[in-house]
């Protein structure tokens, strides 16, 4: 597995050893002892989420406030988005700062986003399937939005058309408001 630092401090790009050949590929996903040294510390998920979204559908962003902060380790196996972490950590030196990266069923990369950053999509491709692993149960309590296209942080999305926006998302509050 090789891990490279995002550009906020903490997110990790996560790329697995990929074994292909004429009949396919094979790849380990998941490794809690590699994960955990790649993290410098001892990481416990407890669910996995899986989602579809149709082109052009932003997904977020959200996080969940303590004590059900969440972490989540991210993964496309079908089609492609434009992930996007921003850190919203008390104190933080990248607080209101963003790292994004494209995830794809092809490049098969992974992001690591800790406890106390929000997270969201934009999906490029027809359509998308997203699987999450996260460290805490989904808490409707204790889940935070925030808005996608918030000028505050300046997200580059790679937007070609009209977005596609919850209801909910499209009136999550500004950066300013925390």
């Not at 001892?42 to 997904?59: G, L, M, P, T, Y």
């Not at 300046?154 to 500004?174: E, M, N, Q, R, Y």
């Amino acid at each position: 597995m090789k891990v490279t630092p995002a550009r906020v401090a903490d997110v990790l790009i996560v790329e697995p050893r990929v074994f292909g050949d004429e009949r396919g590929f094979f790849l380990e996903s998941f490794n809690q002892k590699v994960f955990n040294e790649a993290v410098g510390r001892e990481i416990i998920f407890v669910q996995d989420s899986h989602s579809r979204s149709a082109k052009n559908v932003v997904r977020g962003l959200h996080w969940q406030v303590a004590p059900k902060a969440q972490g989540k380790l991210v993964r496309v196996v079908h089609g492609e988005v434009f992930d996007v972490a921003v850190d919203l950590r008390d104190g933080s030196a990248t607080y209101g700062q963003w790292a994004g990266e494209i995830l794809s069923a092809d490049n098969k990369k992974q992001l690591w986003i800790p406890p106390g950053f929000a997270h969201g999509f934009l999906t490029l491709s027809a359509s998308a399937d997203f699987l999450y692993k996260t460290t805490e149960y989904y808490s409707p309590e204790h889940e935070r939005s925030l808005r996608w296209n918030d000028p505050t942080i300046a997200i580059a999305w790679p937007v070609t058309g009209d977005v596609l926006v919850s209801p909910k998302d499209s009136v999550a509050p500004f950066l300013a408001s925390f």
